[in-house]
C-alpha cells in the first residue's frame, strides 16, 4: 500500500535512466531509487526524500552545471513541505552543525542493530618496520591467520589502486611521468602499463631509463595489485578477490564479486574505498586497513574528515552479525586525532575538535567557500589573470571575506592545460555573488577558461 504522497529515495546504487524518466513523468511509479540525479526526478507530490550516506562526496557534481544533490534536496523539501531524510553513520561537518543548532533536528542511534561494535587496534609502522614488517604488520599477520583458520572472511582496504606508484632511476634520478600532466604514472602488473590516472595516458613497462639508458630502474608505492600479490604469496591456501576500478569496469563484474565473496567463494577481499561501505557480509571478522593515515597527507582542509569517515565506515563492515569483529588500522600517523576517534566510534570528540580547528582557521561551516580556477596552456597567463581577479576583490574592501591566491591547484597540470586557483572565504553569499558573476561575464569571450564553484567539495 503505497503513501498519498510519492517517495524518492536517493540511494548510490542504481542510475534512473531515459526509460524510468519517462515511467516517473507518466505518473506510473510512486517510489524513485537512483543516483544523485535521481533528485530531479519529475514527481509532483513529493512525500520524502532520503539522502543515503549523505557525507559522500559523489553528491557534489563538479562538472558544469555544478550542483550538490543535498542543496537540491532540502530545496525540494521545502518546495514540495515534506520531510527529508540525511542518513550517514559520520555526517558532514555541515549537516551536524546544521543539526546541533536546530535547522535540522537530530535523530541518533547509539547503538548498532546487534550491539556488537568490533574492536579497533591501531599498529604503528615505524615500528613494524624496525621488525622487517613493511606492508603487513604482525598483529594483522595473526588475526587474518587466526580467521582463515575459523574459516572467517577478512577485508583488506588500500585506497589507492594499481601496482607501484612510482617509477625512478637510481642512476640519475629521472621519475617516469605523465607528459601531460606532469604526475607519476601508476604501473599495472595486469596490463604491463604505466598509467596516468587523470588523462588516461599509457605508457610500456619501463625498462631502461628514458633519460640516461641506465637498467637501474625501481619502482616504489604500494597498490591494490602489489597488495593481492604479496596476500596471495603470504597466505598461499587461502582465495583473495580484488574490488577497485580496474577489476569492475566491465558491466556486471561490481556484483559478481560481491556475490562470490558473500557466497564465500573468497576468504580475503582486497580493495580501495569502494569497499568501505554499503558492504554486507555477516562472515567477516577481520577488517584490516593500510595506510591508514595516507588521505591525511592530501593539501585539503577535509582532509581529517574524510580519514575519519572513511576509517570509520570501513570498521563497521566487521561483526555485522552474531560474529565479533576486530580491526586494524595500520599508519605511521597514528596518534591524530582523526585515527584515534575513529578506532574509538567516536563521532562526537571528533566532531568537537574539527570545529575548533576550522573556526581558527575560517573555514566551513563557519565561512562559505568559492573555488575560482583558471586554466591556461600558459602558466604565467593563468597566474597574471588570476592577480587581476584577486585585486578587484579586495579593492571592494568587503567586511569578512578573505581571498587567498592565485596559487597553483593541487594538480597543477591536466591534460597539458595548467590549473591556477583562488580561494575565497566569505560570510554572506548576497555580498560576494554579484562579483563573482561579474567575472564570470568578463571572461565569457576570453580564450582563458575561468571555472567559478560555491562551496566545493575539493580544493
Request: contains cysteine.
Amino acid at each position: 500500500m503505497f503513501l498519498k504522497k510519492d517517495l524518492v529515495l536517493i540511494l548510490l546504487y542504481y542510475i534512473v535512466d531515459y526509460d524510468e524518466w519517462r515511467k516517473i513523468n507518466r505518473n506510473e511509479v510512486s517510489i524513485v531509487i537512483g543516483a544523485r540525479s535521481a533528485i530531479f526526478a519529475p514527481l509532483n507530490n513529493i512525500g520524502i526524500i532520503i539522502i543515503d550516506e549523505e557525507h559522500s562526496s559523489t553528491y557534489k557534481q563538479e562538472n558544469t552545471p555544478k550542483y550538490n544533490a543535498i542543496d537540491i534536496g532540502l530545496w525540494r523539501a521545502k518546495y514540495n513541505n515534506c520531510k527529508i531524510v540525511l542518513g550517514s553513520a559520520t555526517p558532514s561537518i555541515e549537516s551536524y552543525t546544521r543539526a546541533t543548532i536546530d535547522i535540522y533536528q537530530l535523530l541518533t542511534m547509539k547503538k548498532r542493530v546487534n550491539n556488537n561494535l568490533p574492536k579497533v587496534s591501531l599498529v604503528d609502522m615505524k615500528d613494524e618496520y624496525k621488525k622487517g614488517n613493511k606492508i603487513i604488520s604482525e598483529l594483522l599477520n595473526k588475526k587474518i591467520t587466526d580467521a582463515l583458520i575459523k574459516d572467517e572472511q577478512v577485508i583488506l582496504l588500500l585506497n589507492r589502486r594499481g601496482y607501484t606508484t612510482i617509477t625512478t632511476c637510481h642512476e640519475c634520478g629521472y621519475t617516469v611521468k605523465c607528459p601531460n600532466c606532469d604526475i607519476p604514472l601508476t604501473y599495472h602488473k595486469a596490463s604491463n602499463t604505466n598509467r596516468c590516472h587523470y588523462c588516461g595516458y599509457a605508457l610500456g613497462n619501463i625498462l631502461k631509463c628514458p633519460n640516461c639508458n641506465s637498467k637501474d630502474i625501481n619502482t616504489f608505492g604500494l597498490g591494490t595489485e602489489k597488495l593481492e600479490q604479496i596476500i596471495n604469496e603470504k597466505f598461499e591456501l587461502a582465495k583473495t578477490i580484488r574490488m577497485d576500478i580496474d577489476t569492475t569496469s566491465k558491466k556486471g563484474s561490481h556484483e559478481k564479486i560481491i556475490k562470490d565473496f558473500s557466497e564465500k567463494k573468497y576468504n580475503i577481499l582486497i580493495g580501495t574505498q569502494m569497499i568501505s561501505k554499503g558492504l554486507d557480509f555477516p562472515n567477516v571478522t577481520v577488517v584490516g586497513v593500510i595506510n591508514g593515515d595516507a588521505t591525511l597527507n592530501i593539501p585539503d582542509f577535509r582532509s581529517s574528515e574524510r580519514t575519519f569517515q572513511l576509517l570509520n565506515q570501513v570498521a563497521g563492515r566487521a561483526g555485522r552479525d552474531k560474529l565479533k569483529g576486530e580491526v586494524i588500522i595500520q599508519g605511521f600517523n597514528i596518534n591524530h586525532y582523526s585515527i584515534v576517534y575513529a578506532s574509538n566510534h567516536d563521532y562526537e570528540n571528533f566532531y568537537k575538535k574539527e570545529l575548533s580547528i576550522r573556526k581558527k582557521l575560517n573555514y566551513s561551516p563557519y565561512y562559505n567557500l568559492c573555488l575560482i580556477k583558471i586554466r591556461d596552456k600558459n602558466i604565467d597567463k593563468c597566474f597574471e589573470e588570476g592577480t587581476k581577479i584577486v585585486k578587484f576583490i579586495k579593492n571592494k574592501n568587503l567586511k569578512n571575506v578573505f581571498v587567498l591566491g592565485p596559487s597553483i591547484s593541487n594538480i597543477p597540470k591536466m591534460n597539458n592545460i595548467y590549473n591556477v586557483q583562488i580561494i575565497i572565504k566569505y560570510k554572506n553569499t548576497s555580498e560576494i555573488i554579484n562579483l563573482l558573476n561579474y567575472v564570470k561575464q568578463i571572461y565569457n569571450n576570453k580564450k582563458i577558461n575561468i571555472d567559478i564553484d560555491i562551496n566545493p567539495y575539493k580544493l
